[in-house]
């Protein structure tokens, strides 16, 4: 019963909005934190957005390594958070029978995998830690 209600759709789940609103919300934690993540994966210096974000990151001095989510916003940013997200829809409106708590759990963890292995790519691709 517990392995059929842990992979079966949960009540919550029969709401229309339900899956859309998770996305969301699991895009809105994603958007909050992703300078933390930058920080984690690049020890560039940003802080969380209410504490001055970039202001300390390494962008601003003059001698590399400089983060490339920051000095790169378009194809270094941008594109992670971008992955982030897509990984997110994708665990939360594939279409199998799972339960929403489930599929909560996944979208939230993608953040910090997804996140973390693109901007692990990223970084060794510009070679930011030589």
Same mark, same amino acid.
């Given at each position: 019963?517990? /392995?059929?209600?842990?992979?079966?759709?949960?009540?919550?789940?029969?709401?229309?909005?339900?899956?859309?609103?998770?996305?969301?919300? !699991? =895009?809105?934690?994603?958007?909050?934190?992703?300078?933390?993540?930058?920080?984690?994966?690049?020890?560039? &210096?940003? %802080?969380?957005?209410?504490?001055?974000?970039?202001? *300390?990151?390494?962008?601003?001095? *003059? !001698?590399?390594?400089?983060?490339?989510?920051?000095?790169?916003?378009?194809?270094? &940013?941008?594109?992670?958070? %971008?992955? #982030?997200?897509?990984? +997110?829809?994708?665990? #939360?409106?594939?279409?199998?029978?799972?339960?929403? =708590?489930?599929?909560? !759990?996944?979208?939230?963890?993608?953040?910090? #995998?997804? &996140?973390?292995?693109? &901007?692990?790519? +990223?970084?060794?691709?510009? =070679? /930011?830690?030589?």
């Amino acid at each position: 019963m517990v /392995y059929k209600r842990l992979l079966g759709e949960s009540s919550l789940s029969e709401f229309r909005l339900a899956k859309p609103a998770v996305l969301a919300a !699991a =895009g809105a934690i994603s958007g909050l934190l992703f300078v933390d993540l930058c920080d984690a994966i690049f020890g560039c &210096g940003c %802080f969380s957005l209410w504490s001055g974000a970039a202001e *300390a990151c390494n962008i601003h001095h *003059a !001698a590399p390594p400089h983060c490339p989510w920051c000095a790169h916003p378009g194809w270094g &940013g941008a594109v992670a958070f %971008f992955s #982030v997200t897509v990984s +997110q829809a994708v665990a #939360v409106f594939w279409p199998a029978t799972i339960n929403l =708590g489930v599929r909560i !759990a996944l979208a939230l963890t993608a953040f910090p #995998v997804v &996140g973390g292995g693109v &901007g692990l790519i +990223q970084g060794l691709f510009i =070679g /930011y830690w030589n």
